[in-house]
């Protein structure tokens, strides 16, 4: 649903007996929306909220007319964030990430030692380590080590894809600040659902549950695009389906960062402008919130033998 960005001018017209116009910064793209000020037709990418529909990046530049300061006019994205050069920079950051640890993991080796230190389990005795570990035994950080780590390389490949082909649009069209907070959310909702459900010593690992939150968060920007749902809802059916029939997927993961990076999209491209930023903030300290109860919830359940 990305492409590389094209050349400007003299493209933005579709030609005769085509369907949607395309971008006229971005000619592979087609798209329904046009500037309110210019009307060429622009893609999410170069899509700026204006108070009045949506601008393209150059009348942004050239500013609104309107008297106001350089700071209200400054280019924002879909969601309010801001526009910047490189809209996949936290995506790439997030990927490398992913990679270092994976790479670390491969580096130590020896019995899987950082696996059993850093992946999701709820309560055990580990002989190798020779104590009892898990986070109802007060490793909370598993909830967050198990998010970035990986064990086969299939794993990991099948999620940096995810993470690649997904991040790129929605980091654009949310910015980098909400970007992070949806991933990051997914990831610690899809945690917390593992540890509340599975068997405490069954270990997890993985960035499923986060790309999972992305999944859904694409499915909810497209609609609020008014773009066809049936590419992304094929996509997240099979996906779905494979949670649900290939033994050894942590299926919970999945469930739990999908349902929080919808809830988590909704809030962020359905918040009314005059009260962007107190919705997005409430609904990811609401989804904050339901994780952490959660956990508690489990680990008191864990520790009390209830």
């Known amino acids: 649903m990305d492409h590389p960005p094209g ?3 003299g493209q933005d017209q579709p030609a005769a007996g085509e369907g949607l116009p395309h971008c006229y910064r971005h000619p592979g793209r087609e798209t329904g929306i046009r500037c309110t000020r210019c009307e060429r037709p622009i893609c999410p990418d170069c899509m700026i909220s ?12 050239q500013g609104s007319g ?4 350089p700071a209200a006019a ?5 969601a309010g964030g801001t526009v910047t050069s490189d809209p996949r920079l936290v995506t790439k950051v997030l990927i490398g990430i992913n ?19 850093l992946d999701l389990i709820g309560a055990a005795f580990d002989p190798a380590l020779g104590h009892s ?12 080590t198990a998010m970035f ?3 086969e390389i299939w794993h990991i490949a099948f999620n940096m894809m995810g993470l690649w082909w997904l991040g790129g649009p929605l980091e654009a069209a949310l910015g980098r600040v909400r970007f992070l907070a949806l991933y990051v959310l997914s990831g610690l909702a899809g945690s917390a659902f593992t540890y509340l459900i599975a068997a405490p010593n069954q270990g997890s690992l993985g960035a499923s549950g986060a790309v999972f939150g992305l999944l859904g968060a694409t499915v909810v920007l497209m609609r609020r695009m008014n773009y066809d749902l049936r590419p992304v809802l094929i996509l997240l059916a099979l996906n779905l ?3 649900f029939t290939w033994s050894g997927i942590a299926w919970e993961a999945h469930v739990g960062g999908l349902v929080a990076g919808t809830v988590i999209a909704i809030g962020m491209v359905h918040a009314p402008r005059a009260h962007r930023t107190l919705v997005q903030s409430g609904t990811c300290a609401l989804v904050l919130a339901t994780t952490v109860a959660i956990v508690v919830l489990r680990t008191m359940s864990l520790t009390t033998g209830g």
Do not use: M
């Open 7 to 9: 050349g400007h001018g």
């Open 50 to 61: 204006a108070s009045v529909g949506f601008q393209c990046p150059d009348c942004v530049r």
């Open 66 to 69: 309107t008297g106001r300061g």
């Open 74 to 78: 400054r280019p924002r994205t879909l």
């Open 99 to 117: 990679a270092a640890v994976f790479f670390a993991v491969l580096g130590v080796g020896e019995n899987h030692l950082l696996i059993k230190r």
């Open 133 to 144: 570990v898990g986070v109802a035994d007060g490793e909370w950080y598993r909830l967050v």
């Open 149 to 151: 780590l990986h064990q």
């Open 241 to 243: 389906l494979l949670t």
